[in-house]
Every structure is written in structure tokens, then in C-alpha cells.
T-cell receptor
Framework: DGGITQSPKYLFRKEGQNVTLSCEQN?????MYWYRQDPGQGLRLIYY???????QKGDIAEGYSVSREKKESFPLTVTSAQKNPTAFYLC????????????????FGAGSRLTVL | QKEVEQNSGPLSVPEGAIASLNCTYS??????FFWYRQYSGKSPELIMS????GDKEDGRFTAQLNKASQYVSLLIRDSQPSDSATYLC???????????FGIGTKLQVIP
């Protein structure tokens, strides 16, 4: 079945440590996204990528880094510079492109819940 | 001004009633509009997408778009307890892949 796989589902981090969240998709989608969700809040965009080897900062990119070396993969690193990293992280993908309805419908992974100890 | 604004709720409706969820957006260049449903602890799932002014119906759900007023809404007819969730409005500008979400409206359907 096609979909998006995020791992790990739960992650605990000590202050000062970097952690990397994995996101893999087999939907052949061009665009991929990372969002952060805090309790009672909507989704805030961290980074997005329209195509391999290219990515753009979202609204809250500080303290995060990404790479897009393969179409299927868009890992997110939460660095020690991120002062309040405890949150629910969601990876998503879409067909992408500028034409056609449905091109920007997002398919989400199950999420990764990061807790800083 | 937030790019996408929603009332956080909770919005409480009795079972069988019509639930009306509203969303406004700030960028007139926005071209694609989406409603996602999110159950507690789960990831969002698409309910409706709408791209042109007017109404779009899918089963018990109707999305309404008014670009002149920068307003998009979702109506849920014959509301069921299983519709109790947070409904997220999302907007995309033309020519960009960035999709921006509102904070979501929590809907409670009372049996």
C-alpha cells in the first residue's frame, strides 16, 4: 500500500541533543512537508520541499534542518538550537506542481511525538 | 493578521443538526482551499477541497468558497457523534507549494 512512514513514533531527547525524525513516502510525490503541532494548536510549517535537492523554510524553521537527497525521503533534524522542541511532528507529501486540482492535497504520516526530558 | 483564521471552539451541536465551520484567509492570491479532519492524537485527513467560488457537495459535507470575502466554510449535515473532531482549514497560494493551516475548530456532536 502506498503511504508515508514516519519513525520513530515516540522519541525522548535530553536537552542539548540533536535528533532526526525519518519520513519516507512511496507515493511518487514530488512535494514533501514538515509541520509541528502543539497541544490545542494548528499545524505550523517548518520546512517544505518541492523537488529533490531543493527545500524552503516555512514559518518556524529556526532550530531545524532538513535534506532532500532522494524523492522518497525528507528527514527532519531537531537541533539543540530549538528551545522548545516538545511537540507532535507531522510529515506530509503531495503530488506537487502548479497545475491540476488535487496536486496540493496533502497525505500525512502518522506523526512522531518528541518529548524533551 | 494570521494567514488563516478559525475560531478554536469548541462548537457544540446536537446529533442530527447542521454544523457550520468557518475560516477566513488574508492572501487574495490564494487559490486552493482544503478542510481536514483530525481526531485526537491522530494525523489529519482530507475532507474536502475547493478551488472556485460557490458550493461543492460530497455526501453530508458541503464546502463553500467566497473569494471576494476571503471566506471558506464547511457545513456538515445530519451531524453524528463520530464527526466530533478538530477541523482544520488550509490554504495554498497559487504558484507555491506552501500550504498554511488555521488553528482548527473543535467540533463536539452531542448524542
Amino acid at each position: 500500500d502506498g503511504g508515508i512512514t514516519q519513525s520513530p513514533k515516540y522519541l525522548f531527547r535530553k536537552e542539548g541533543q540533536n535528533v532526526t525524525l525519518s519520513c519516507e513516502q512511496n507515493l511518487n510525490h514530488d512535494a514533501m512537508y514538515w509541520y509541528r503541532q502543539d497541544p490545542g494548536q494548528g499545524l505550523r510549517l517548518i520546512y517544505y520541499s518541492q523537488i529533490v535537492n531543493d527545500f524552503q523554510k516555512g514559518d518556524i524553521a529556526e532550530g531545524y534542518s532538513v535534506s532532500r537527497e532522494k524523492k522518497e525521503s525528507f528527514p527532519l533534524t531537531v537541533t539543540s538550537a530549538q528551545k522548545n522542541p516538545t511537540a507532535f511532528y507531522l510529515c506530509a507529501s503531495s503530488i506537487g506542481g502548479t497545475g491540476g486540482s488535487g496536486a496540493n492535497v496533502l497525505t500525512f504520516g502518522a506523526g512522531s511525538r518528541l518529548t524533551v526530558l | 493578521q494570521k494567514e488563516v483564521e478559525q475560531n478554536s471552539g469548541p462548537l457544540s451541536v446536537p446529533e442530527g443538526a447542521i454544523a457550520s465551520l468557518n475560516c477566513t484567509y488574508s492572501d487574495r492570491g490564494s487559490q486552493s482551499f482544503f478542510w481536514y479532519r483530525q481526531y485526537s492524537g491522530k494525523s489529519p485527513e482530507l475532507i474536502m477541497s475547493i478551488y472556485s467560488n460557490g458550493d461543492k457537495e460530497d455526501g453530508r459535507f458541503t464546502a463553500q468558497l467566497n473569494k471576494a470575502s476571503q471566506y471558506v466554510s464547511l457545513l456538515i449535515r445530519d451531524s453524528q457523534p463520530s464527526d466530533s473532531a478538530t477541523y482544520l482549514c488550509a490554504v495554498k497560494k497559487g504558484g507555491y507549494q506552501k500550504v498554511t493551516f488555521g488553528i482548527g475548530t473543535k467540533l463536539q456532536v452531542i448524542p
